[in-house]
């Protein structure tokens, strides 16, 4: 990352939040990543592969390529337009802004479902969230746990007498192998294990003595 440390030294740059802390989700190397700095910053959107060389102290061929990737990516377009009637190649940048653009409202969409489920944890179990609990829930969410089956979870414990949420974590780790990922899947399994304990339950009633077909 020295390149942007150089970039920085020399003044302000506008860098967009989202983009440094989502560049490797956006699948962008580093390198990448400080072409793009460069080209945001740029007062000129003419393509000029050399100046970007020269600036960034990087070959002339690694720029070639690095755009080119960009491009094939989707995060910025090389366009053909006309300046003082001559055909000049720029770099045009709305495909990145809209990417952050959805990206953006993808934080918010996910922060407002996050603090819906952690107020429904709260009705539940009738009491307010510590920290650690806030980061437990963070944690089944990065895990790729849906709300649905964090829920269910929590309702089972809940059912059961118990809010310890080592016990919900237990339970989501149950409903994980055994392939349970719907409240769906849960009342299946649910009436799956009803029915397995009253054949069971038949079957020690049983009264083997006085059967009369065994005489």
Same mark, same amino acid.
């Given at each position: 990352?020295?390149?942007?440390?150089?970039?920085l030294?020399?003044g302000?740059?506008? =860098?967009?939040? =989202?983009?440094?802390?989502n560049?490797?989700?956006?699948?962008?190397?580093?390198?990448?990543l400080?072409?793009?700095? +460069? =080209?945001? @910053?740029?007062?000129?959107?003419? *393509?000029?592969?050399?100046?970007?060389s020269?600036? =960034?102290?990087l070959k002339?061929?690694?720029? $070639?390529?690095? !755009?080119?990737?960009?491009?094939?990516k989707? !995060? %910025?377009?090389?366009?053909?337009?006309?300046?003082?009637?001559?055909?000049t #190649?720029?770099i045009?940048?709305d495909?990145?802004?809209?990417?952050?653009?959805?990206?953006a409202?993808?934080?918010?969409?996910?922060?407002?479902d996050?603090?819906?489920?952690f107020?429904?944890?709260?009705?539940?179990l009738?009491?307010?969230?510590? &920290?650690?609990? *806030?980061?437990?829930?963070? &944690?089944?969410?990065e895990?790729e746990?849906?709300? /649905?089956?964090i829920?269910?979870?929590?309702?089972?414990?809940? *059912?059961?007498?118990?809010? @310890?949420?080592? +016990? %919900?974590?237990?339970?989501? $780790? #149950?409903?994980?192998?055994?392939? !349970?990922?719907?409240?769906?899947?849960?009342?299946?399994?649910?009436? /799956?294990f009803?029915?397995?304990?009253?054949?069971?339950? #038949?079957?020690f009633? +049983?009264?083997?003595?006085?059967?009369?077909?065994?005489?």
């Amino acid at each position: 990352m020295n390149q942007i440390a150089e970039i920085l030294k020399r003044g302000d740059i506008h =860098l967009p939040y =989202l983009l440094l802390t989502n560049y490797k989700k956006m699948k962008l190397t580093e390198l990448e990543l400080v072409v793009l700095i +460069y =080209l945001m @910053n740029n007062e000129s959107s003419t *393509y000029n592969p050399k100046d970007i060389s020269k600036t =960034l102290d990087l070959k002339l061929n690694d720029v $070639l390529e690095i !755009i080119n990737n960009l491009t094939e990516k989707g !995060i %910025i377009s090389v366009d053909i337009v006309k300046i003082n009637n001559l055909r000049t #190649e720029v770099i045009n940048l709305d495909l990145l802004y809209e990417k952050l653009a959805f990206m953006a409202m993808g934080k918010s969409s996910q922060r407002k479902d996050q603090s819906d489920l952690f107020s429904k944890f709260e009705e539940e179990l009738g009491r307010g969230l510590t &920290g650690m609990e *806030y980061e437990i829930i963070q &944690g089944w969410l990065e895990l790729e746990y849906t709300e /649905e089956i964090i829920l269910c979870a929590l309702k089972e414990a809940v *059912y059961n007498g118990v809010s @310890n949420f080592r +016990y %919900i974590d237990r339970i989501l $780790l #149950e409903w994980h192998k055994k392939g !349970i990922k719907t409240k769906d899947d849960v009342e299946k399994n649910r009436k /799956e294990f009803k029915r397995a304990k009253s054949s069971k339950k #038949e079957l020690f009633d +049983y009264d083997w003595l006085n059967d009369k077909s065994n005489s």
